[in-house]
């Protein structure tokens, strides 16, 4: 049973344009998520998070928006570079629960061409 | 500013041999993760320490699988006897602290295959 799910395996944008990568998660106790950027052959690096407080996080090109009611996060990247190709994890975790080890999805492997 | 260090970052052996996996956490840090990641079951915790005390070894898969952190800069996986269905890749990550707000930082990984 998948508690953090992300339903595309790859996306491929133009450099430039917006990237939109999608996260959903089924474990309403779930309060705070974050995205992880992977690069082949390397560890996930920390990219960004939001906790259920908000509905919108945002550093430079990157943004995390979240609907808790859909149970639903999402990542733009604005606007996209090539260097920004990898794989994206998001993650989520019960903070206030007993505990609130990280739940990653799958990934989305994002492709950005020149 | 080292990062968290694994060793090897390959591993390839033979089903029944045992292996060990080690890692260097980031100094100062007081969590460490280790991680699985496989096509299936993406990237799942194995087990967490803090303060080098195992807190939660609920994600390890089975009694071939052991982890120790004698002090604050090593731990390590051990797998006793190996199996094929071990190979993946074992990433091990630490963090100032146990909460999980805090971002982990990742190693780059043992690439493990088992023949």
């Known amino acids: 049973d998948q508690q953090v799910k992300q339903n595309s395996p790859s996306l491929s944008v133009q450099e430039g344009r917006i990237s939109i990568l999608n996260c959903d998660y089924t474990?309403?106790?779930?309060?705070?998520f974050l995205w992880y950027k992977k690069y082949p052959a390397e560890g996930p690096t920390f990219l960004i998070s939001i906790s259920s407080i908000k509905d919108k996080n945002e550093d430079g090109r990157f943004t995390v928006f979240l609907n808790k009611s859909a149970k639903h996060l999402s990542l733009h990247i604005v606007p996209s570079q090539p260097g920004d190709s990898a794989v994206y994890f998001c993650?989520?975790?019960?903070?206030?629960?007993?505990?609130?080890?990280?739940?990653f999805g799958q990934g989305t492997t994002l492709q950005v061409k020149p | 500013d080292a990062g968290v260090i694994q060793s090897p970052r390959h591993e390839v052996t033979e089903m029944g041999q045992e292996v060990t996996l080690r890692c260097k956490p980031i100094?100062?840090?007081?969590?460490l993760f280790w991680y699985r990641q496989t096509m299936m079951r993406g990237l799942e915790l194995l087990i967490y320490f803090n303060n080098n005390v195992p807190i939660d070894d609920s994600g390890m898969p089975e009694d071939r699988f052991s982890a120790k952190m004698p002090n604050a800069s090593f731990s390590t996986l051990k797998i006793q006897p190996s199996e094929p269905r071990d190979s993946a890749v074992y990433f091990c990550?630490?963090?100032?602290?146990?909460?999980?707000?805090?971002?982990?930082?990742f190693g780059d990984g043992t690439r493990l295959s088992i023949l």
């Open positions: 474990n309403s106790m779930f309060d705070y």
């Open positions: 993650a989520a975790s019960a903070l206030s629960g007993n505990t609130g080890k990280l739940i």
């Open positions: 100094s100062g840090h007081n969590s």
């Open positions: 990550a630490s963090s100032l602290t146990v909460a999980w707000d805090q971002p982990q930082h």
